[in-house]
């Protein structure tokens, strides 16, 4: 055990990785053989979490209503956690979601299109032809079979994609999202062919939207993502009030693909009559995680999973060790890079907090006349000429 122990210590990725697993591995046990359980704890939920509210609020000396108000959420939909690169818009994950929404209301509602759509834009067309399926590739992924359908991948689209996009640019995001769509699509198709003999048709984002799930798991498996559990439990149908539930997104796509797995195989086996494309879920994703394994994007995610916890732990009052660790292994891989010292200072103790970094040999003195500019920039305009101030004298005095 102590082995194992030191093994994890001095690999934390691999020991991040295995508790995600771990959570899987027990959500699914939990699923299993506690069901039952489950649904009970759904309906006394609201009573069980507002005496965890009543007591959690007297023992930090707080009012339970300034405490309620940190764990809920009035956002049904499940997005990411602490986004440092909000400040970056997405404008190809918006366009995307736009035309879809355009296509659909306009081309698949507004008119009567039913018949040429199926046999012409499905992959594969039910009429197919030497232009209808290289062309139906593509089409079919801004297709959709109900406002329910659409809305659904949207939505998921928009937590995943937006997020996915400020990391590895717009431009390779479009083309890597056709591309493991395109994946899908054939993975769909194949195992059709393959299991049944027979052409498959399918229409919809979903396999697009997996495959940046899939270099989601690579480029951002450190992000928490906020789940909405409904906190009022049946009564939440009229109140939509939810609570936020932090969860690891590894877990949640982990929980997706054994889903989408299970689902797949049911149909395969003639269980699971279903419509939903399984297959092209799992051809996208995997596409995706060896696109995104093959750009070596996880070592750009190692580098921010440390940057943010030694941003978060910064703004502690204490442990801030650990993220020290943090961020002098940011800079040891990536010494020019601003954002690992200066967003880590709270503004209003940036003198009382530089110094000790300073002693503490995690930070070259000349990164800081280049981080000047670039923390200037982030401050609120009424308060930019005292930061640049309190930088200026903070740098002739350290060096």
């Known amino acids: 055990m102590a082995t194992l122990s030191e093994y994890f210590s001095r690999h934390e990725e691999q020991a991040f990785i295995g508790k995600a697993f771990l959570t899987i591995f027990a959500i699914m046990l939990i699923r299993e053989y506690l069901s039952s359980l489950l649904m009970l704890l759904f309906i006394l939920f609201p009573v069980l979490f507002l005496i965890y509210i009543r007591l959690q609020a007297a023992a930090l000396d707080m009012r339970p209503t300034d405490l309620l108000a940190q764990h809920i959420t009035f956002m049904p939909v499940m997005h990411t956690d602490k986004e440092l690169l909000r400040k970056e818009t997405p404008y190809v994950t918006y366009g995307i979601v736009l035309l879809n929404v355009v ?35 593509f089409s079919s992924m801004f297709l959709h079979a109900s406002s329910s359908h659409l809305w659904g991948n949207m939505l998921f689209l928009w937590a995943i994609g937006s997020v996915v996009e400020r990391r590895i640019g717009p ?12 994946f899908g699509s054939l993975a769909y198709v194949l195992v059709e062919f393959l299991a049944n003999g027979t052409a498959g048709h399918a229409l919809g984002a979903s396999g697009a939207i997996s495959g940046i799930m899939g270099i989601f798991a690579v480029r951002c498996y450190f992000k928490s993502m906020v789940f909405p559990l409904p906190v009022l439990g049946i009564f939440s149908l009229i109140f939509p009030i939810s609570l936020k539930v932090r969860l690891n997104s590894l877990v949640i796509i982990g929980l997706f693909f054994l889903a989408d797995l299970s689902g797949g195989i049911g149909q395969l086996a003639g269980t699971n009559s279903s419509m939903i494309g399984h297959w092209a879920h799992l051809g996208g994703m995997i596409s995706g995680m060896i696109i995104a394994g093959f750009l070596k994007l996880g070592k750009d995610a190692v580098e921010e999973r440390h940057l943010e916890a030694g941003v978060q732990a910064s703004h502690a009052k204490t442990g801030y060790a650990g993220g020290e660790k943090s961020i002098a292994l940011v800079l040891q891989n990536s010494p020019d890079n601003p954002d690992a010292l200066m967003p880590c200072w709270p503004w209003p103790d940036l003198n009382q907090s530089l110094p000790p970094l300073m002693k503490a040999g995690s930070i070259t003195q000349r990164l800081l006349p280049r981080c000047l500019g670039t923390v200037s920039r982030r401050q609120p305009m009424p308060s930019r000429n005292t930061t640049r101030n309190t930088l200026k004298a903070l740098i002739r005095l350290y060096c």
């Open 103 to 137: 296509i659909y209301y306009l081309l698949e509602v507004g008119f009567d299109n039913l018949e040429f759509i199926e046999k012409n834009l499905l992959f594969l067309p039910l009429e197919p032809n030497a232009w209808n399926i290289p062309a139906s590739l």
């Open 171 to 182: 431009q390779r995001f479009g083309i890597l999202y056709l591309v493991t769509g395109l």
